[in-house]
């Protein structure tokens, strides 16, 4: 298999990369030796049965990842691997190559990487762990605006979920304007992973700035879920 092919990243990182991962590879065996058929079932459910599971916990799988990556320091191999992994059959699969990319400590050049795994995460386990990887690949808060305005009018959930979730812990450099402009952009969708993720953006800022959240609150006129968890530690 031609991984470089795969690869969702910019050419500098895949020139000359034409193998198949042993990393990847000697995740799998660490999944299936970890797996457990009796939790698969209940995981599958938990997630809507959106993909299968092997049954393997996060403390097990993250152990396996670190063991692993402790024989591979090139970035490349990794990136390799995380590659592979995302287009795994099993949902622990995607879930570790995430673990890798987090380990790899994202930066600009990984922006083209990241955000094409973005139109593929089809669930808030997947997106709401890819989100802070993207924020750490922003290059500056240029970026980062040009980025989420286009997010913000994907016509896909998660993609949109993202551009609310994209300064979640950016606390004294949150751009404001930035936060209003894309929660009115899609306040108006009843979607409860959208209505949840407005919430949830506005009540960490509150830990910033209180009193700018009060008053964002009221001027965008929020209602409902995205009104309770903005405020819920606003008294």
Known sequence: MKIATKLRCSESWV???DLTS??????RTGLHDRANPALA???FAYMKGIQPFLGVQTPARREIVRAALKFEPDRAARLVAASELWAGEFREERYTALDILASSR???ADLPFLEGLLPEADHWDLLDTLVPLLAQAFADGQQRRERVESWRVSPHLWTRRAAVLAQLKAKHTTDQDLLLGTIR???????FFIQKAI???L???AKTDPQWVREAVE???LTGLARREALKHLT
């Open 22 to 27: 042993s990393l990847a590879q000697d995740i």
């Open 203 to 205: 009540r960490e800022y």
């Open 106 to 108: 994202p930066g600009p």
């Open 41 to 43: 079932p209940v995981m």
């Open 185 to 191: 952009t899609v306040q108006h969708e009843r979607e």
């Open 219 to 221: 001027t965008l006129g």
């Open 15 to 17: 020139q000359g990369i």
């Open 199 to 201: 919430g949830w953006a």
